[in-house]
């Protein structure tokens, strides 16, 4: 079992910026891979960002320029950077965790809202 804690959601104004932390925590030590998911109102839930554990690490094109996604040395906490807000970022979003078997782990998610 993998335990993902998310922080550092809130509202912001357009055109700020927010980071948004996901700790996890129990059987790491074959995690495979990190994401960030949103899932905008009324919408359904949709990749922002991956890191897999050889390091390589993307974002989605509709965030690309703007988010960044990060990892602490220690592997188990996942940063997604997010800059120049637009009220279309407004979402939950949603840590995920995969080990190397692909069993896949969610957090509780957090709310982010940008206000124009």
């Known amino acids: 079992q993998v335990h993902l804690v998310e922080s550092g959601g809130g509202l912001v104004h357009a055109g700020g910026s927010l980071t948004l932390s996901c700790t996890a925590s129990g059987s790491i030590a074959n995690l495979f891979l990190m994401a960030w998911f949103r899932q905008p109102p009324g919408k359904q839930r949709e990749l922002v960002a991956s890191a897999f554990s050889s390091g390589i690490s993307n974002v989605v094109d509709s965030v690309k320029g703007r988010f960044t996604i990060s990892r602490a040395s220690g592997w188990n906490t996942v940063y997604l950077q997010m800059n120049s807000l637009t009220p279309e970022d407004t979402a939950v979003y949603y840590c995920?965790?995969?080990?190397?078997?692909?069993?896949?782990?969610w957090g509780q998610g957090i709310q982010v809202t940008v206000s124009s």
């Open positions: 995920s965790a995969r080990l190397r078997d692909m069993t896949e782990f």
